[in-house]
């Protein structure tokens, strides 16, 4: 019963971009707080960017400036802008969903709900 379903990863260069996207059957994004996290080989799951149920953004400092996270309420879609992405950004991304807001949504102790996961490289 997969209920959020990643897509949009892909390899790029130093400095290019992506937009991910994050399909949410069974859910209206509008009503419901959702995040994109990321997690590379040997590293901890991180919180990359998060958008609670009222529209307001979170942004994990390393990506500031750089990505945006948005609502495509008229599809039903998430997004991820990446832009002048980096090695370091690379890591298998996640999206993710909570009905309750009940700690920072950059923390994966927020969601109950996750994808599978996109994969994103990026080369120097």
């Known amino acids: 019963q997969v209920q959020l379903v990643e897509s949009g990863g892909g390899s790029v260069q130093a400095g290019g971009s992506l937009r991910l996207s994050c399909t949410a059957s069974?859910?209206?994004?509008?009503?419901?707080?959702m995040g994109w996290f990321r997690q590379a080989p040997g590293s901890e799951r991180e919180g990359v960017a998060a958008?609670?149920?009222?529209?307001?953004?979170l942004y994990a400092d390393s990506v500031k400036g750089r990505f945006t996270i948005f609502r495509d309420n008229s599809q039903n879609i998430l997004h991820l802008e990446m832009n002048d992405l980096k090695p370091e950004d690379t890591a298998m991304y996640y999206c993710?969903?909570?009905?309750?807001?009940?700690?920072?949504?950059?923390?994966?102790?927020?969601?109950?709900?996750w994808g599978q996961g996109t994969q994103v490289t990026v080369s120097s």
């Open positions: 069974r859910y209206i994004v509008s009503n419901i707080h």
């Open positions: 958008i609670d149920r009222g529209g307001r953004s």
């Open positions: 993710a969903a909570a009905r309750k807001k009940l700690t920072s949504l950059l923390h994966e102790d927020a969601y109950a709900d």
